[in-house]
């Protein structure tokens, strides 16, 4: 059973350019998520795919952001316009179906890409 | 308020002692619960979940959840410095599928 998998793992680019990063999901899991971390804190949630429909999106996420699941398997999140306040680990978390009302499954998180914007 | 709180630590404790953890959270709607271990550099790696008021035990570990109280702890027995890192508390506030994270609590266990 292969893990959470992200690309790239690091990601050095300059002030204004766009990039973009995948993530492919355990197999089996149908809902996948995109986290942003910054030194010292906890992920905040940026975004959350059941298949391929994308049901949130955080008010922290600009208009530069954007986040998709075409086929319900890998994802990928583009910022455009890079900000040096993006700079940030970006983390993606795949889980199984909910277990109920108001319950979760587990999430578990790929390796992450780390973006560094100059 | 914050929504999940923890204490930042760093919380020292010596190798073979029991490390406390200790999360609080602001939304009784709140079902689900995790405790994520981070190593420097890396990502989160889950190491508990607990649903249900009362323990949760798996190996060294033990899951503390009091709905009541709006409080979920995380005990870690025998402790070893490869326990060194800092243990991330999640809820999924509202009962919705995304988690909220604490700023985390490093633990150093010293030998």
């Known amino acids: 059973d292969t893990g959470v998998s992200q690309d790239p793992r690091h990601k050095i680019t300059k002030r204004g350019q766009n990039v973009t990063f995948r993530c492919d999901p355990i197999s089996e899991h149908n809902r996948l998520y995109w986290y942003r971390q910054t030194l010292g804190q906890g992920p905040e949630f940026l975004t959350y795919?059941?298949?391929?429909?994308?049901?949130?999106k955080s008010r922290l996420l600009s208009d530069r952001f954007s986040a998709e699941r075409p086929k319900g398997s890998f994802s990928t999140l583009e910022i455009q316009r890079t900000e040096q306040g993006d700079s940030a680990m970006y983390l993606c978390?795949?889980?199984?179906?909910?277990?109920?009302?108001?319950?979760?499954?587990?999430?578990?998180f790929g390796p992450g890409t780390r973006l560094t914007v100059t | 308020q914050k929504e999940v709180e923890q204490n930042s630590g760093p919380l020292s404790v010596p190798e073979g002692a029991i490390a406390s953890l200790n999360c609080t959270y602001s939304?009784?709607?709140?079902?689900?619960f995790f405790w994520y271990r981070q190593y420097s550099g890396k990502s989160p790696e889950l190491i508990m979940s607990i649903y249900s008021n009362g323990d949760k035990e798996d190996g060294r570990f033990t899951a503390q959840l009091n709905k009541a109280s709006q409080y979920v702890s995380l005990l870690i027995r025998d402790s070893q410095p490869s326990d060194s890192a800092t243990y991330l508390c999640?809820?999924?506030?509202?009962?919705?599928?995304?988690?909220?994270f604490g700023a985390g609590t490093r633990l150093a266990v010293h030998p």
């Open positions: 999640a809820v999924n506030l509202g009962g919705y599928n995304k988690l909220i």
């Open positions: 978390a795949s889980s199984t179906r909910g277990k109920g009302q108001g319950l979760s499954y587990e999430q578990y």
């Open positions: 939304d009784r709607v709140s079902q689900s």
């Open positions: 795919f059941q298949n391929e429909a994308q049901l949130e």
